[in-house]
């Protein structure tokens, strides 16, 4: 089908800021003359036979296009890696949250196509998970949806996450992928039940809590079947947003109102950095097959990007939601740098944008002090809120985990 645009399209991105935010230009695009000859002057041969600095500039542009968007531009990457090269999952077990829309529905799905023995998707909303479901019977098979288990959690219910966890201990003999997708999204802030910022509360803390209580079936399952487990944590470049005063020292500090977007990208900080501490911590410490990622999936077209961002930006978020919209990844292509992670990387600690390019990130995503300070944060207010057993069984308890 030919796709014409007459003028060039500046593409927004949010510009943070403490409580405020404005819009400004990420780069200018180049005229789409039709889907078959897209970006004709950004093409991957192109990018590679430019020689020295200018080819290595080129190459950052391509990654920048490919991590970022969708379509023609997510093939300039200079790795690649496709949905249908996801291996053969015959025997294997998923815990996937959030997995009934969005980025997790393309994960489960394909993770379903290739033949995943067992499902289970923790998310709150039944209506949106009947409506999964029927998707993946009628394209996939009874037989596949069927292998699905829906679990209803508030991940910033934490009492309630942990008996999710017990739930899936009783009824799997093992788990070889823990996909930590559900999140808050770019919204004004607020306090769950105990009283701590939501948005760390549930895109963080919450899967520390679940992954904690996994942790033990999915070393056993490494061990007993020789086999790689493998984590992912759902982040975002706009880590880069998290106030450059982040130190993860207190309560009072991740409660303090740092804006939307300021919230946002401190929690998805917070998932780097626990993954670069789970490596440091687990992996390299006597589970060498028992590995932990941070993905970034790209501008991906999810209520997150349609919906949630008008909450806190009304008009700006309808800039972004229209403006944008041809440009952004569907679900599926937001779901290979998951995909990738949870089922080939044999890496583990790294920050992993789509489709599957290792970033450095920030330098506070890099530093190891502030990991510590995060998870020895996230261990305290545990302990504080619920009961001490959401952190004996695994990280971040290192004294526990490694054995």
Same mark, same amino acid.
């Given at each position: 089908?030919?796709?014409?645009?007459?003028?060039?399209?500046?593409?927004?991105?949010?510009? !943070?800021?403490?409580?405020?935010?404005?819009?400004?230009? #990420?780069?200018?695009?180049?005229?789409?003359?039709?889907?078959?000859?897209?970006?004709?002057?950004?093409?991957?041969?192109?990018?590679?036979?430019?020689? =020295?600095? #200018? =080819?290595?500039?080129?190459?950052?542009?391509?990654?920048?296009?490919?991590?970022?968007?969708?379509?023609?531009?997510?093939?300039?990457?200079?790795?690649?890696?496709?949905?249908?090269?996801?291996?053969?999952?015959?025997?294997?077990? /998923?815990?996937? %949250?959030?997995?009934?829309?969005?980025?997790?529905?393309?994960?489960? &799905?394909?993770?379903?196509?290739?033949?995943?023995?067992?499902?289970?998707?923790?998310?709150?909303?039944?209506?949106?998970?009947?409506?999964?479901?029927?998707?993946?019977?009628?394209?996939?098979?009874?037989?596949?949806?069927?292998?699905?288990?829906?679990?209803?959690?508030?991940?910033?219910?934490?009492?309630?996450?942990? $008996?999710?966890?017990?739930?899936?201990?009783?009824? /799997?003999?093992?788990?070889?992928?823990?996909?930590?997708?559900?999140?808050?999204?770019?919204?004004?802030?607020?306090? %769950?039940?105990?009283?701590?910022?939501?948005?760390?509360?549930?895109?963080?803390?919450?899967?520390?809590?679940?992954?904690?209580?996994?942790?033990?079936?999915?070393?056993? %399952?490494?061990?007993?079947?020789? *086999?790689?487990?493998?984590?992912?944590?759902?982040?975002?470049?706009?880590? %880069?947003?998290?106030?450059?005063?982040? $130190?993860? /020292?207190?309560?009072?500090?991740?409660?303090?109102?740092?804006?939307?977007?300021?919230?946002?990208?401190?929690?998805?900080?917070? =998932?780097?950095?626990?993954?670069?501490?789970?490596?440091?911590?687990?992996?390299?410490?006597?589970?060498?097959?028992?590995?932990?990622?941070?993905?970034?999936?790209?501008?991906?077209?999810?209520?997150?990007?349609?919906?949630?961002?008008?909450?806190?930006?009304?008009?700006?978020?309808?800039?972004?939601? &229209? =403006?944008?919209?041809?440009?952004?990844?569907?679900?599926?292509?937001?779901?290979?740098?998951?995909?990738?992670?949870?089922? *080939?990387?044999?890496?583990?600690?790294?920050?992993?944008?789509?489709?599957?390019? !290792?970033?450095?990130?920030?330098?506070?995503?890099?530093?190891?002090?502030?990991?510590?300070?995060?998870?020895?944060?996230?261990?305290?207010?545990? /302990?504080?809120?619920?009961?001490?057993?959401?952190?004996?069984?695994?990280?971040?308890?290192?004294?526990?985990?490694?054995?």
């Amino acid at each position: 089908m030919t796709h014409t645009i007459a003028v060039r399209r500046a593409v927004l991105f949010i510009r !943070p800021g403490r409580g405020r935010t404005t819009f400004g230009p #990420l780069f200018v695009t180049p005229v789409i003359h039709s889907a078959k000859s897209s970006y004709p002057n950004l093409r991957m041969s192109t990018i590679k036979k430019t020689p =020295g600095v #200018l =080819g290595d500039q080129m190459q950052k542009i391509g990654n920048t296009l490919a991590e970022n968007f969708g379509g023609p531009l997510s093939k300039l990457g200079t790795r690649q890696f496709k949905l249908d090269e996801c291996p053969d999952l015959t025997g294997k077990v /998923a815990v996937i %949250t959030g997995g009934s829309e969005g980025i997790g529905f393309g994960v489960a &799905y394909t993770l379903l196509k290739h033949n995943l023995s067992k499902l289970f998707i923790i998310s709150v909303d039944p209506e949106i998970m009947a409506g999964a479901k029927k998707v993946i019977a009628d394209e996939l098979g009874q037989d596949k949806a069927d292998r699905v288990e829906w679990l209803g959690c508030d991940l910033g219910d934490w009492n309630h996450v942990h $008996q999710v966890a017990e739930i899936i201990k009783s009824k /799997a003999p093992r788990l070889d992928m823990l996909v930590n997708n559900s999140g808050r999204g770019i919204m004004t802030p607020s306090l %769950t039940s105990y009283g701590v910022d939501r948005h760390m509360a549930v895109n963080h803390m919450g899967h520390v809590i679940l992954t904690s209580h996994l942790l033990p079936l999915m070393q056993k %399952t490494a061990k007993d079947h020789n *086999t790689t487990v493998r984590i992912s944590n759902q982040s975002s470049n706009l880590h %880069t947003a998290a106030p450059s005063d982040t $130190q993860f /020292a207190s309560l009072e500090e991740i409660n303090s109102d740092a804006g939307p977007n300021g919230q946002y990208g401190r929690s998805k900080l917070a =998932g780097i950095l626990y993954a670069r501490y789970f490596d440091r911590n687990v992996t390299q410490k006597g589970h060498p097959n028992v590995l932990m990622n941070a993905t970034h999936p790209g501008f991906v077209s999810t209520k997150q990007s349609r919906k949630d961002i008008l909450e806190p930006y009304p008009l700006g978020g309808l800039a972004m939601k &229209y =403006g944008v919209e041809p440009f952004k990844k569907d679900q599926f292509e937001g779901a290979v740098p998951t995909v990738y992670c949870v089922t *080939t990387t044999g890496d583990s600690g790294q920050y992993v944008c789509a489709p599957c390019i !290792p970033e450095e990130g920030s330098e506070m995503s890099q530093n190891d002090e502030l990991g510590d300070r995060l998870m020895e944060l996230t261990r305290n207010l545990i /302990a504080q809120k619920t009961r001490m057993d959401s952190v004996k069984r695994g990280c971040p308890m290192d004294d526990i985990v490694v054995h």
